[in-house]
């Protein structure tokens, strides 16, 4: 071993592709003072025995973004390191069974040609001719990625690693990191040769994320949220007559995806290799009695053929090509899981100066940009793209291990399911209940889980199907339409309430509480008893996050944000508060339900007592009650009618609800909410505010007060950028023909000619028309404007409306 390092800027825990690919990025970016420990050889992993497949298709722009940039990469990165390897670009197929897949197909499809990727949809008869050995009369058509392929990993990971260590990155091999510890505002990574005083360190370890990430857990870190499960594949022996094909025509197969059933076909020299994501799928390591060994470097489940029996005899109906020749050999390997499926990437949730690059079940696909994003985090704090999708924040107290389990099992089962605008996935619900649940359930509610909470998303009437059946549709319309539009008009004409479980509601206090909030926002704060919204920027001026802002006094700050938003925005604050200023989580301690509608002031005024009802909008009142139970008024109404937020303790909230219940308040849901607040122009987090846009860009000049004396992140960035002017603008379209809302990034076109994209989008029930918020090119944010919308491969009409609410553009409803 080369002298051990005492000392480095960065030092990564695993040697996985996603490690060396971490390390890689790094050393491009000039930083070169990184070393990685790796306990075994490099790839010991999960990365050894990999498929190896490459895909771009992704329904997630963030992933789409790093698979893309990955794939690209891998392409030049040979020569670039002169280290060859076998990188097959191939091209894929896959195929659709139902006119919802290819819908999915569409919508991929639009989102990739926007960054630069030539998919394509194809009729059965052009998969025909892509893949002569397909039987193709159940199918209803299919796509093309012409960029699609395999990789050798080692291959691929050897490459980055003689790339890191070329530009000077140091990587130690079997070089286990046992621990690490704090001193002096520096990490200490422990190993069995000696130890490394380090700045900056990431979890890269692969299946062993989770024991990794114990090792933080007396640093603020928590458990990880990983599941390891068992992923097979089996690769067959020559078959002949594929083996003739190629010699032939001098190609391979396109690899082939039958995600309706649930598998890749690919060919491997002249076999093929078959890879199930099936239902009765199984997790390993995940019991007391079958505990993770210390050590399962280079080694493999017991093949486990049975499982795949359903999948093989599909695949060979469909190729029959693959019944010419005997199975080979079997590959039974570990590949964790997170709930959703999708890699945790970023910084360490509780935890200075850690990160994580892990949980990888496309590791392949994605260590290129994957090692992009997390350099990116490690070195700037932000990413070019988004990276929401993957960050290890969105899984909050709720994705405990039972949780994880039972969705890691969901997800694998369902790896290529797609994922409909009106399904709410059935595992791992309950997690956290509004003190209104059993409240919520007698009056029909069928819920949707927010960060763990269940909320009401809509509410039956007896007879109305609520089937997981009736939800497998892109369609707008479908049981819940009705009732919807039913609950809509009763907030426009009489009254609502709606509990919006699961708040997150964050304390700023101590001396300088305030000053430190106001140097932290873009935005003016309120004054002591009023609310308002508060945006906060990145270094680019990009739109980090949105809180509801209350300034009790110079020292006691109160925010409310998102209910995912939790621990992205409580970090926000408390990894930059001064010595003195306590950020605190208070989300549990108060429940919110938000009444509204023109006859609100008059139904909660016969059961609220010391609360002044007058009082304008955005007052906030803290002292009173309602239902005789105290609690604060906040005067505001994402539904855009007149209306309060009640912020109640939860055991006093069923008090509440059955007074106002009793008075002739109907509740509605977060269908509902979200048909009413794209109305008045409100915006969501992470569909129209997320860091792909400043905030200049999101439209949001009114609360960006470059004029404050303070010097907030993102200032320099966005007086540039006002200097200049824009180039793209948030804009309100409205869309006409299609059956389906567009999806968030559905491509919008003027004369053929891609201008920008939709960020979110719902029917608006009070003025009867579908609306999409979007960002498009600035010159063409101008009202009455005719663009067109790809929706689901549909090609509408949109028309660009004046900026502000559709709905009581004077906000006279709302300030009544
Ligand atoms: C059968 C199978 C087929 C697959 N096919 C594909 C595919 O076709 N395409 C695709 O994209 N993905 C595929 N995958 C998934 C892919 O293999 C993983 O996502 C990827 O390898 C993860 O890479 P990683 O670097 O995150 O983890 P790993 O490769 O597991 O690397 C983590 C490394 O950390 C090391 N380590 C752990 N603890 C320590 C410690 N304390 N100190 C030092 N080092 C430590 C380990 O030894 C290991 O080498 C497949 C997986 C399986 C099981």
């Not at 990025?25 to 498929?51: I, P, R």
């Not at 649940?437 to 763990?452: E, I, P």
Request: hydrophobic share 40%; with cysteine.
């Amino acid at each position: 071993m080369a002298e051990f390092p005492t000392t480095a800027r960065v030092v990564i825990i695993g040697g996985g592709v996603v490690g060396v690919s971490v390390l890689y990025h790094l050393a491009l970016a000039g930083w070169t003072d990184c070393v990685l420990l790796e306990k075994n050889e490099l790839t010991a992993g999960s990365t050894w025995h990999a498929a190896g497949n490459v895909p771009n298709f992704a329904g997630s722009w963030a992933v789409l973004n790093m698979q893309r940039y990955g794939a690209a990469m891998y392409r030049d990165l040979g020569d670039k390191v002169d280290y060859p390897m076998n990188y097959h670009v191939t091209g894929s197929i896959r195929l659709a069974h139902s006119k919802e897949r290819m819908q999915e197909f569409e919508h991929v499809a639009s989102m990739a040609r926007a960054q630069g990727l030539g998919m394509e949809m194809n009729t059965v008869a052009e998969l025909k001719d892509r893949y002569p050995f397909l039987e193709t009369h159940d199918l209803t058509g299919g796509m093309w990625d012409p960029l699609d392929g395999d990789i050798d990993p080692a291959q691929l990971t050897q490459a980055m690693a003689k790339g890191a260590r070329g530009l000077g990155a140091k990587i130690l091999r079997f070089a286990p990191a046992t621990g690490v510890r704090r001193e002096n505002g520096e990490w200490v990574v422990e190993t069995e040769t000696g130890e490394i005083r380090c700045e900056k360190v990431v979890n890269a370890a692969g299946y062993y994320a989770q024991r990794v990430g114990e090792w933080f857990r007396p640093y603020g870190g928590r458990r990880v949220p990983a599941v390891v499960m068992s992923h097979q594949y089996f690769l067959t022996e020559e078959v002949e007559e594929l083996k003739t094909w190629t010699e032939e025509t001098g190609r391979k197969l396109p690899l082939l995806r039958d995600v309706d059933i649930s598998y890749y076909l690919r060919q491997e020299k002249n076999g093929l290799n078959l890879g199930p994501y099936e239902r009765n799928c199984k997790a390993h390591w995940v019991d007391p009695d079958d505990p993770m060994p210390d050590d399962f470097s280079f080694q493999l489940y017991p093949d486990d053929l049975d499982r795949l029996e359903f999948y093989i005899e599909d695949a060979m109906a469909r190729v029959p090509l693959l019944g010419a020749s005997g199975v080979g050999r079997v590959i039974n390997g570990p590949i964790p899981y997170a709930p959703d499926g999708l890699p945790l990437i970023g910084p360490m949730p509780g935890v200075e100066n850690a990160y994580e690059a892990h949980t990888f079940t496309f590791g392949i696909a994605q260590g290129g940009g994957a090692g992009k994003v997390a350099a990116e985090w490690i070195i700037h704090g932000e990413t070019e793209w988004d990276m929401w999708d993957c960050d290890p924040r969105r899984f909050t107290t709720h994705a405990d291990h039972a949780y994880t389990h039972a969705k890691a099992l969901e997800t694998y089962g369902h790896e290529y399911a797609m994922h409909f605008p009106h399904h709410e996935w059935p595992a791992g619900r309950g997690k956290k209940l509004s003190a209104l649940h059993a409240r919520l359930q007698a009056a029909g509610a069928v819920f949707g889980a927010y960060n763990g909470w269940e909320r009401a998303n809509w509410f039956a009437k007896p007879g109305d199907d609520v089937s997981e059946q009736s939800t497998q549709t892109w369609d707008r319309n479908g049981p819940w339409a009705l009732r919807v539009k039913e609950e809509v008009e009763a907030v426009r004409d009489l009254c609502g309430m709606l509990p919006i479980t699961g708040f997150s509601r964050i304390k700023v206090e101590g001396p300088g509480a305030k000053d430190f909030v106001d140097g932290l926002t873009v935005s003016l704060l309120p004054k002591p008893g009023r609310v308002s919204l508060a945006y906060f920027a990145d270094s680019q001026g990009r739109v980090l996050t949105e809180m509801s802002v209350m300034v009790h006094s110079d020292e006691d700050v109160g925010l409310i944000t998102a209910a995912v938003a939790q621990w992205h925005d409580s970090e926000l604050l408390s990894r930059r508060a001064p010595e003195g200023v306590t950020v605190s989580d208070h989300t549990e301690e108060v429940e919110c339900l938000l009444v509204t509608g023109p006859k609100a002031r008059e139904i909660l005024g016969t059961v609220t007592e010391g609360h002044d009802l007058t009082a304008p909008w955005l007052s906030v009142s803290l002292d009173g009650t309602v239902a005789g139970k105290p609690c604060a008024l906040l005067r505001v109404s994402f539904a855009g009618e007149l209306g309060w937020e009640i912020h109640a303790a939860p055991d006093d909230m069923p008090a509440i609800w059955d007074a106002l219940a009793a008075a002739g308040v109907t509740p509605f849901g977060m269908y509902a909410l979200d048909a009413m607040r794209i109305e008045k122009g409100y915006r969501t987090w992470k569909g129209d505010l997320s860091t792909e846009y400043s905030l200049l860009e999101s439209g949001l000049d009114r609360f960006t007060r470059l004029d404050k004396p303070q010097d907030f992140p993102g200032k320099a960035a966005l007086q540039h950028q006002q200097q200049q002017g824009v180039e793209r603008l948030f804009a309100a379209l409205i869309v006409e023909g299609a059956a389906q809302e567009p999806r968030s990034m559905s491509t919008i076109r003027k004369d053929g000619e891609a201008v920008g994209e939709v960020t979110s989008a719902a029917w608006g029930y009070r003025v009867d028309a579908c609306i999409a918020h979007a960002v498009i090119r600035a010159d063409l944010a101008v009202p009455g404007t005719l663009l067109d919308v790809e929706v689901f491969g549909q090609t509408c009409r949109a028309t660009v409306q004046a900026p502000g609410p559709l709905w009581d553009p004077e906000n006279a409803r709302i300030r009544a």
